[in-house]
């Protein structure tokens, strides 16, 4: 089925350990997303792509980078992991540029210990 | 700063029934869209409905209506004839200048 395909979909991690979080979608969308839900909060922005070789923060960037390696895929980074990143991570595209995720993954639960 | 307040975080209806959520927002731009969200518990978000602000007529998708009152900075979604499978988080959100907010959420079950 065509979607946003997200890996792995859980992963623990000790403090300080690195890991890149995998995006893919197979839509042709321009713009894609990464996102992270903590409990008792809606989503926040991380990052952001609206085309392929461009990158922007969201409104929680610390502690990730990110990198969109072609139209279709969109990793994030974690270079040292830390206790405050223990959450679950949506990565979304868009259609319509730059105004809302419209396709969502099925979310990276990420445990930092 | 745009904000997004969801102020009943779990409500409760029974099947068949319509249900109200609120939302409400603050913003200073005129130019700007609002979101329904749903998070079943198979986590996966989905886009139920969207408003454009320039727009006076409400949003409608089947059974899922939007009372947009843009003085107020009000967005409440209806869901009429509720299913089990609506059983849900549902996130109000808020998009303008290249940024998208959301609510806190409403945890909305549906009982048989």
């Known amino acids: 089925n065509a979607g946003v395909t997200q890996t792995p979909k859980f992963q623990v991690l000790k403090t300080g350990q690195s890991m890149t979080l995998q995006c893919a979608q197979d839509?042709?969308?321009?713009?894609m997303y990464w996102y992270r839900q903590d409990p008792g909060m809606g989503l926040r922005l991380i990052y952001y792509s609206a085309s392929e070789g461009t990158t922007d923060k969201g409104e929680v960037p610390n502690g990730y980078n990110v990198s969109r390696l072609n139209k279709r895929e969109f990793s994030l980074r974690l270079e040292s992991a830390a206790p405050s990143q223990t959450s679950v991570y949506f990565c979304?595209?868009?259609?319509?540029?730059?105004?809302?995720?419209?396709?969502f993954g099925d979310g990276t639960r990420l445990s930092i210990l | 700063a745009q904000t997004v307040t969801q102020s009943q975080p779990e409500m409760s209806v029974q099947e068949a029934e319509t249900v109200t959520l609120s939302c409400t927002y603050d913003?200073?731009?005129?130019?700007?869209?609002l979101f329904w969200y749903k998070q079943p518990p198979s986590r996966q978000m989905i886009l139920v409905i969207r408003q454009e602000a320039y727009k006076q007529q409400n949003a409608t998708e089947n059974r899922f209506s939007v009372n947009f009152q843009k003085a107020a900075k009000s967005f409440s979604l209806k869901i009429s004839d509720s299913q089990l499978g609506d059983t849900a988080m549902y996130f109000c959100a808020l998009w303008e200048n290249e940024k998208l907010t959301f609510g806190t959420g409403t945890r909305l079950t549906i009982i048989p």
């Open positions: 913003t200073s731009e005129n130019n700007y869209y």
């Open positions: 839509m042709n969308h321009n713009s």
């Open positions: 979304a595209s868009s259609e319509w540029g730059l105004i809302q995720p419209q396709h």
